[in-house]
Nanobody, 120 residues
C-alpha cells in the first residue's frame, strides 16, 4: 500500500507565500510524475504543476512565475512553493503521484488534500 501525506496548507494574506509538502511512503519501487492539483469551491479540479522523475516541470498558466514545484527522489517527496498568492489561489490542494510498487504494478495515488486560503 502506498500513501501520500500532505502538509503546509493554511491561511495567508494576499501577496504572501506558502510551501506545501507531500511525502510518499509504502512499498515503492519508483515514482514517475508527481503533481499538484487544486479544487476551489464549485469548480473542477485543475492541474497546477507537474514534475517528472528527471525534474522536468510544467505549470498551469495561472501560476507560472509564482509557483515552483520540486522533488527529492531519494525522499519520495514533492514540494510546491507558492509565492505572490492571490485570493483566486484559494482551494484544496492535492498531491498526486504515478507510483510503481515493489511488485511492479503502476497506479496513481492521491493525498488527502490540504486547504490553502488566501485573504484579500
Amino acid at each position: 500500500q502506498v500513501q501520500l501525506v500532505e502538509s503546509g496548507g493554511g491561511l495567508v494574506q494576499a501577496g504572501g507565500s506558502l510551501r506545501l509538502s507531500c511525502a510518499a511512503s509504502g512499498r515503492i519501487f519508483s515514482i514517475n510524475d508527481m503533481c499538484w492539483y487544486r479544487q476551489a469551491p464549485g469548480k473542477q479540479r485543475e492541474l497546477v504543476a507537474t514534475v517528472s522523475s528527471a525534474a522536468a516541470t510544467n505549470y498551469a498558466d495561472s501560476v507560472k512565475g509564482r509557483f515552483t514545484i520540486s522533488r527529492d527522489n531519494a525522499k519520495n517527496t514533492v514540494w510546491l512553493q507558492m509565492n505572490s498568492l492571490v485570493p483566486e489561489d484559494t482551494a484544496v490542494y492535492y498531491c498526486s503521484a504515478g507510483v510503481v510498487s515493489a511488485t511492479r504494478v503502476f497506479n496513481w495515488y492521491w493525498g488527502q488534500g490540504t486547504q490553502v486560503t488566501v485573504s484579500s
